[in-house]
C-alpha cells in the first residue's frame, strides 16, 4: 500500500500534517480559484481544515463533554491516544486541534518514512521542552500500524513517563497492528466513516466559507448527491473532487453532475439506496448469483460499490444467499460469506471490494440447492399450522427431583451407545412424526447426504436393511 505522497494524492481536510516540531499556522488567508489552480495555495481540503473542536464535523461520539479529547483540550489533561477509523474522518484533524487550541508542541512522524532514529530524536527534544520550559509535546504518529515491534518499542519510555502526550493513527485494527504493551498504555478512539449528513456539511461549508470556495460556484443537488456517494465517508475525498469540479467552471457556475463527473472522470451511478434502483439491483445481483452467471453477479456488486451502497448491507445479502441457495451443496460458500462480511468490518472500503468479489464468484459458482430453505419453512408451516404437539416422554428433561415419577425420561436410548450412533427412536412430536422436511438435492455436496440421510431414516423408523 502506498502513502498518500507516494500516490500523489492530496493531504486534507481531516489528515493533513502540521510542519514537525512546531504547532499549526493560522489558516491561510483566501485566494481566488485561479490561485488555487496554479498550486500557488494549499488545496481546498488544507484550506478547510477545522481550527477548533467546533469546526469539527461528525465524530460526535468522541467530541461530547467529558469525552477523552475534551479532557485533553479543556483540561489540558496528558494521556496517549491511538485513534482508528478510515481515512478521511479526522485523525490528524483532531491531533492538529488538540495541539493547536492547548498551544503544546506539534511533532508530526510518518511511518511511512521516519524510523526510530527520528522518534528518539523528537523524544529527547521532548523532555528537554517539558524540563526547561514545562510546555508539552504533542507527538502524533500518523500510519502508526507500519512501524514494526522495534519501532513501536521506542515509544514506549515517552509514553510511560508521560514525556509527552502520543497520539498514533491508524486505519487498520489497532489489535492486530499496535503492539500490546503501547496500546494498553493509550487510549483507543474509533473514528466512524461519516454520515451523508455529515459530508453535505463538509461541503456547502467549503461552497461558503472565505477559506473555501467564497461562493464563486454553486452545486446541483444531483451534483451533491453524486459527490457524497464518491467520497463514501471521507471528507478529504469529496473536497478534492469538489476542487477538481470547481477549476474547471466559471465564477458564478452551477456544478452538475455532468461537470462532476468528467472533472473526477467518475460516472455518476443511478441509485437512490432507499428508492426502487436500490431493490431492483439488488434483485439482479442476488438472481445472477443464483443463475451461476458470475459476470452478471459482478457487475451489480461493482453497481451498488461505486454507488456508495453500505458494504455491510451486500455482505449480509451474501450470507443469506450462502445458505438460502447454495446451502449444504457447498457447505463452505456460507464460511465464504462470513469472512467476507469480517473482512468488511476490519478493513473496509476500497480494500474489501476484493473480498467481496471473492465472495461473490464463489457463490456463483458453487452448485446450488434451496434444500435447506424449503427444510426450514416446511418445519415452520408445519408449527403455524398447530402441529406443535407435546414432547415425547423419553425425551424430557429428567435431570431434575421428581422427573422419575411423572414417566419423564423413561425409555430414552442414549445413541452413543448404540453401532453408528444412531438408534431406533420416536424424536418427533406426533403431530409430525415422519414428516421429511430436509432433501437433499444430488447437485454438489449434498448428493452424499441423499444415502447418508436415508440410511440414517431407515434406522430410525426401523426398517433398516437388517440382513
Do not use: C
Not at 483532531?94 to 510518518?110: D, G, K, Q, W, Y
Not at 422427573?403 to 444412531?422: R, S
Amino acid at each position: 500500500m502506498t502513502s498518500r505522497a507516494e500516490s500523489g494524492e492530496p493531504e486534507g481536510l481531516f489528515d493533513a500534517p502540521a510542519e514537525a516540531g512546531r504547532a499549526p499556522e493560522a489558516a491561510a488567508a483566501p485566494v481566488s480559484r485561479a490561485a488555487a489552480g496554479t498550486g500557488a495555495a494549499q488545496p481546498l481540503a488544507v484550506r478547510m481544515r477545522p481550527r477548533g473542536l467546533d469546526e469539527v464535523v461528525g465524530q460526535g461520539h468522541l467530541l461530547g463533554p467529558g469525552t477523552p479529547i475534551r479532557q485533553l483540550v479543556d483540561r489540558d489533561v496528558p494521556m496517549s491516544l491511538v485513534l482508528w477509523g478510515p481515512p478521511g474522518t479526522g485523525k490528524t484533524t483532531l491531533a492538529t486541534v488538540v495541539s493547536h487550541v492547548t498551544s503544546r508542541r506539534f511533532v508530526e512522524i510518518s511511518a511511512v518514512s521516519d524510523g526510530v532514529k527520528r522518534v528518539r530524536a523528537e523524544i529527547d527534544l521532548a523532555k528537554r521542552e517539558l524540563g526547561m520550559t514545562g510546555r508539552q509535546t504533542v507527538l502524533f504518529v500518523d500510519e502508526v500500524h507500519r512501524f514494526n515491534k522495534a519501532q513501536q518499542d521506542a515509544l514506549l519510555p515517552a509514553v510511560e513517563n508521560r514525556w509527552v502526550s502520543f497520539i498514533g493513527a491508524t486505519t487498520e485494527n489497532p489489535f492486530f497492528s499496535v503492539i500490546s504493551p503501547l496500546l494498553s498504555r493509550s487510549l483507543l478512539l474509533t473514528l466512524e466513516p461519516l454520515g451523508e449528513d455529515a459530508l453535505r456539511e463538509v461541503i456547502r461549508r467549503a461552497l461558503a466559507d472565505e477559506r473555501g470556495l467564497a461562493g464563486a460556484v454553486a452545486l446541483d443537488p444531483a451534483a451533491e448527491d453524486h459527490l457524497v456517494r464518491l467520497a463514501g465517508g471521507d471528507a478529504r475525498r469529496a473536497l478534492t473532487y469538489l476542487e477538481a469540479a470547481a477549476l474547471v467552471v466559471e465564477d458564478g457556475a452551477v456544478i452538475d453532475a455532468g461537470v462532476l463527473e468528467k472533472a473526477v472522470d467518475r460516472a455518476a451511478v443511478r441509485y437512490d439506496r432507499e428508492g426502487d434502483q436500490h431493490y431492483d439491483v439488488v434483485s439482479a445481483f442476488i438472481k445472477s448469483i443464483r443463475g451461476s452467471d458470475v459476470d452478471a453477479a459482478l457487475h451489480y456488486l461493482a453497481r451498488m460499490i461505486e454507488a456508495g451502497e453500505d458494504p455491510r448491507f451486500i455482505a449480509r445479502r451474501l450470507i443469506v444467499h450462502a445458505s438460502e441457495d447454495v446451502g449444504m451443496a457447498d457447505p463452505t460458500a456460507l464460511q465464504t460469506a462470513v469472512a467476507a462480511a469480517q473482512a468488511v468490518e476490519f478493513v473496509g472500503l476500497p480494500e474489501a471490494r476484493i473480498n467481496l468479489a471473492q465472495a461473490v464468484i464463489h457463490l456463483s459458482l458453487a452448485p446450488k440447492s434451496n434444500a435447506v430453505i424449503m427444510a426450514v419453512d416446511g418445519a415452520l408451516g408445519d408449527v403455524r399450522k398447530g402441529l406443535a404437539g407435546p414432547v415425547p416422554g423419553h425425551l424430557r428433561d429428567a435431570h431434575y427431583k421428581g422427573a422419575a415419577k411423572i414417566g419423564h425420561g423413561q425409555g430414552y436410548k442414549y445413541a452413543h451407545d448404540h453401532p453408528g450412533g444412531v438408534v431406533r427412536q420416536q424424536y418427533a412430536p406426533d403431530t409430525v412424526d415422519g414428516r421429511e422436511y430436509y432433501r437433499p438435492t444430488k447437485y454438489g455436496a449434498e448428493s452424499r447426504f441423499t444415502e447418508v440421510l436415508a440410511r440414517i431414516r431407515s434406522v430410525l423408523r426401523g426398517t433398516a436393511d437388517r440382513r
